[in-house]
């Protein structure tokens, strides 16, 4: 398996993303920092590859690393940030992907603005090491309730991603609110948040009851 001798393109709050030359020219070395095994993850994107869902294509992945296509492009909350894509336009794009997901057996668990690519192809979810299979509707009550928090930080994209979250309520077609107490249970018991973060959690969900249809 390749080592991370590549540029460090981004780092998450569970993984490091290096850029991979030689043989490898054009992937991403994914590499889990806790030393998790990739290869569940890896299972799970190349099954929704084959059902036409938009993931990156994975070449091969071994203990804690996942080899797989590089992406250009910008996130959809970079997009949003930036004003290149408006706030309703995010929501929509998220409540379409969740919708197309919910076709498949499995729920990403982290479906967020910072978690698709823009790129050139169109629309591409990353990042699916929570992804499990599981009912639609959890996942959606997690998407929701990962924007309601984005909407009740001090980050200076809060307002539109209350804006992103109505709009994400009003085009999903089932509703969240029933799911709300899995998603928070989930949530709050992620090892990646900081205490104030896990504290803010129930708040979201309140949010997210108050703007559902």
């Known amino acids: 398996m390749p080592v991370g001798t590549g540029a460090l393109l981004g780092t ?3 993984a490091d993303v290096y850029a991979l030359a030689g043989p490898d020219e054009g992937r ?8 998790g095994d990739a290869e569940p993850e890896a299972r799970i994107m190349r099954d929704l590859a084959r059902r036409g869902y938009p993931v990156p294509r994975v070449a091969r992945a071994s203990g804690p690393d996942l080899v797989m296509e590089r992406l250009h492009g910008p996130t ?5 940030a930036a004003g290149a894509v408006t706030p309703e336009a995010a929501g929509a ?3 379409d992907l969740l919708h197309r997901l919910g076709t498949t057996p499995w729920i990403h668990l982290d479906l967020h603005p910072g978690n698709v690519v823009l790129a050139p192809k ?3 979810v990353i990042d ?3 992804a499990r299979e599981g009912p639609p509707g959890l996942d959606r009550a ?7 928090e984005a909407a009740l930080s001090a980050a200076p994209y809060a307002e539109g991603a209350r804006t992103a979250l109505t709009t ?8 969240v609110t029933p799911h709300l107490p899995e998603a928070t249970t989930l949530r709050t018991a992620d090892p990646n948040l900081s205490p104030s973060e896990r504290t803010a959690v129930p708040t979201a969900g309140h949010l997210v009851t108050t703007l559902a249809p």
């Open 12 to 14: 998450g709050r569970s």
């Open 28 to 35: 991403v070395l994914r590499r889990y920092r806790d030393g």
């Open 76 to 80: 959809l909350l970079e997009s949003a």
């Open 93 to 95: 794009l998220l409540a």
């Open 122 to 124: 169109g629309p591409v």
């Open 128 to 130: 699916w090491r929570t």
């Open 142 to 148: 997690m998407s929701a309730l990962l924007l309601a």
């Open 168 to 175: 994400l309520l009003t085009h999903l077609t089932t509703p």
